[in-house]
């Protein structure tokens, strides 16, 4: 895929997280969307996957460590192909497979069911490390959420990884600055988060834009040529990307938009892709 047809990739993937958590009435739209271009970088460029044969033995893995954005994870896989688009406004439905976090047993392409904060990672580390004892090639990803990082069990596996020298598990954060109860450095700081993975034995990359299908593009094709210690890639990134009124405000990192503020969200995300287009 191209630049242009990345880009409009993803803004189809946010239309599908509003469209799921306004479907629901609940649900986490705000870390979804800032994630929603690492979502599309990773399952149309850097994944070795196949819609067709999601359990295939050699696919690389992805772990979702912040598991409340499922609606993004599942966005993006209705758009790669794993079931219809048509599937999402089920959500959080009674009798839906589409569970409030991803579960492993019930939807194509999950890797790892996830949604306690800080297990995630501890999974991706146990897959990586399980490669590297078979002696199989696949790779491992795990996206985390800044906030999340509060979490102990995250830096028990970051020490594990580092000890072990998985270069083949990337761990991603996501890094909007904000969190459930507000600004993640007020609630209490991670930062510096390159700094505390490097101590862990990573290779750190850094300040990379989130949001810029170029910057991601070199971010992970340095992670690829790593080799002797794992990999995180600290992406900058805007909570509520995309949609106006939700750029940068906590209140919607779980909150559900109305009938009104959703007409509005998927109102811009048109005019978007007609850009696009």
Known sequence: MNQSELKMTANEIRKGILTAVHSAKSGHPGG?????????????????????????????????SKGHVAPGLYATLAQRGYF??????????????????????????????????????????GMALSAKLSQEDYRVYTLLGD???????????????????????????????????????DVCSPYPIGKKFEAFNFHVIDNVDAHDFTALDAAFKEARQTKGCPC??????????GVSFMENQAGWHGTAPDDEQFKTAMEELERLGALLC
């Open 32 to 64: 979804s969307l800032s994630s929603a271009d690492i979502f599309t970088y990773l399952y149309f460029v850097e994944l070795n996957i196949d819609p067709q044969n999601p359990d295939k033995p050699d696919r690389d893995r992805f772990v979702l």
């Open 84 to 125: 219809p688009r048509e599937d999402l406004t089920t959500l959080r439905h009674v009798g839906s497979y589409l569970q409030g976090h991803p579960d492993m047993k019930h939807i194509p392409g999950v890797d790892m069911s996830s949604g306690s904060l800080g297990q995630g990672i501890s999974a991706a580390v």
């Open 147 to 185: 906030g999340e990082l509060q979490e102990g069990q995250v830096w028990e596996a970051a020490m594990f990884a580092g000890a072990r020298g998985l270069d083949n598990l990337v761990v991603i954060v996501d890094n909007n600055g904000l969190q459930i109860d507000g600004n993640i450095a």
């Open 232 to 241: 995180a890639i600290i992406a900058k990134s805007v909570k509520g990307k």
